[in-house]
């Protein structure tokens, strides 16, 4: 069809554009944490239970927007989502109590959790016409959103209240949603060449037992690597800085290595899935990783720890857009929601769980889980090999 490649081009800029501002606008609220704890007095523990309120509203929203995306679409549900996302970060720096503090956060997780659910949902339809693995890409223009955010957001904090700062981020999604919201409001989802046209992916009938039981599969894939990014974002600073006496300053380029590397790994995601598949690319993955967190929890020097962190990264990279494209295409914007829920809720679970651990036995032990849960999504792959490659 005349235009059809153009589209498709248009459609991958505009949902790229989405994925970016997603990444920019949580960093952006994650580094000014610090300043709006001291502006409503919470306590550690009274700001603990406040941050839950985005884990929760995300959790809670997830499995809501995947039933929406079916009934509406992926594109309008993404584009309302991103207004309110735009909208609720300005929020946080408005209240003056830990209570109000989590009130907000919880509008901002849900529509954090929504925009996410989405716009991978949308991603799905485009990669399937597309014919080509472009999904890490687009989780490549997350991570490099929120490295610029983040960066952004240290640069600005000595001189910007919270409250300027995050409206100013909210203007930014305002408009970015404005421009690259019309291009997806103008095309409904792409059907895939090998779809019937009348069976678009909104409205495609509801997955068996099998396909719910793969979805989960899938979704476990996910659980594995948000585990360790949530693992490496709380812990990996505190790990060079108290096993390995590094400075502060080197300590928090500990993340900086793995994350810099995720999105380095994301953004040759596509070459590296054309050339291996989607099956050896899970399985060499997770091998990687578990071989780089092996060396980043029990090297003896940080500069052995750096390097393992940055394997890490690289071997996680694209682990979460394969397993959220393959659960997608299974079963639709329920897939994506099952497996989006499931991997959030691995990013939840890894702060906490290495904490425990790292009572009951050390923190270079406790570290090890996220190696051993990377070993369990290279398992996963192997076995599901016929369907992930399908």
């Known amino acids: 069809m005349p235009g059809q490649g153009d589209d498709l081009t248009r459609l991958r800029i505009a949902l790229t554009a989405f994925f970016a501002l997603d990444g920019f606008v949580f960093a952006g609220w994650v580094v000014r944490i610090p300043a709006i704890k ?17 884990s929760a509203g995300a959790v809670i929203t997830m499995t809501l927007i995947g039933r929406l995306c079916r009934r509406y679409g992926s594109h309008p549900v993404t584009v309302v989502c991103a207004v309110l996302l735009s909208l ?5 720096p408005l209240t003056h109590s830990a209570p109000a503090l989590g009130a907000a956060l919880l509008l901002f997780g849900a529509a954090y959790g929504g925009i996410n659910v989405a716009f991978n ?12 693995p472009v999904m890490p890409s687009f989780h490549a223009a997350f991570s490099l959103g929120g490295m610029i955010g ?16 995050l409206f100013g981020l909210a203007l930014i999604g305002l408009l970015v949603t404005a421009v690259a919201g019309r291009t997806l409001l103008r095309h409904d989802p792409p059907v895939p ?30 659980l594995c690597t948000a585990y360790g990014e949530g693992a490496m974002a709380d812990w990996g600073a505190l790990h060079l800085q108290q096993d390995l006496a590094a400075s502060s300053g080197v ?8 994350a810099l590397a995720m999105t380095v790994g994301r953004a040759t995601g596509t070459s590296l899935l054309e050339r291996l598949g989607r099956a050896r690319t899970v399985i060499a993955g997770g091998s990687v990783a578990a071989a780089g967190m092996l060396l980043g929890s029990l090297a003896p020097s940080v500069w052995a720890a750096l390097t393992g962190f940055a394997v890490t990264g690289l071997g996680l990279a694209n682990l979460f857009p394969v397993a959220v494209e393959r659960a997608g295409a299974l079963a639709g914007p329920s ?20 904490g425990f651990m790292a009572d009951w036995f050390s923190l270079p032990a406790a570290l090890t889980s996220v190696a051993a849960l990377a070993a369990v999504a290279t398992v996963i792959g192997v076995s599901t090999r016929r369907v992930m490659s399908g």
């Open 88 to 92: 609720s970060v300005t929020l946080p």
């Open 150 to 165: 983040a960066g952004l957001g240290g640069l600005v904090a000595g001189t910007l209240s919270p409250t300027r700062h």
């Open 121 to 132: 949902s949308a991603a799905v339809d485009l990669v399937a016409a597309l014919r080509r």
């Open 251 to 258: 300590a928090a380029a500990g993340y900086s290595c793995f």
């Open 335 to 354: 897939g994506v929601a099952v497996a989006s829920t499931l991997g959030y809720g691995g990013m939840l679970l890894g702060p906490p769980a290495i």
């Open 38 to 54: 001291q502006q409503t007095g919470a306590s550690a523990g009274s700001l603990g239970l406040a941050l839950l309120g985005v």
């Open 193 to 222: 060449p090998d779809r019937p046209s009348a069976e678009p992916s909104g409205t495609a009938p509801r997955p068996g037992g099998r396909t719910r039981g793969l979805v989960v599969v899938f979704g476990l894939v996910a």
